[in-house]
């Protein structure tokens, strides 16, 4: 842990007793609502709409729905590969763990 993080009261510390998996809070839940609606009526929307489509599969409704759930999915899956390949220990950047000081070599 750093000087910082001590002085702070420890980066760790900070949200170990919340419980972010436990139940939404009130304006939360009603964001949540209201993206759902949304997203709801312009899925309906699809149906009632006459589009100029370029694709034959643009012709399907909820097409782009799906399209972009299906990005967001590989996005998130990409990230998680990508974080195997760039992530570093935790201990990398702090000098008292691998032994050296950091201080004048001399």
């Known amino acids: ?49 006459d589009r100029k489509v370029h694709q034959s599969a643009e012709k399907l409704p909820g097409f782009y729905a799906v399209y972009g759930f299906i990005g967001c999915v590989v996005l998130v899956l990409a990230a998680k590969e990508l974080r195997r390949v760039v992530m570093r220990p935790e201990s990398y950047y702090d000098p008292e763990d691998d032994g050296t000081a950091g201080g004048d070599d001399a």
């Open 1 to 49: 842990m750093s000087e910082h993080d001590e002085q702070q009261g420890g980066a760790a510390d900070a949200h170990a007793d919340h419980d972010f998996t436990g139940p939404l809070s009130a304006p939360v839940k009603r964001l949540l609502r209201v993206f759902f609606v949304i997203s709801a009526l312009l899925f309906l929307a699809d149906f009632v709409v």
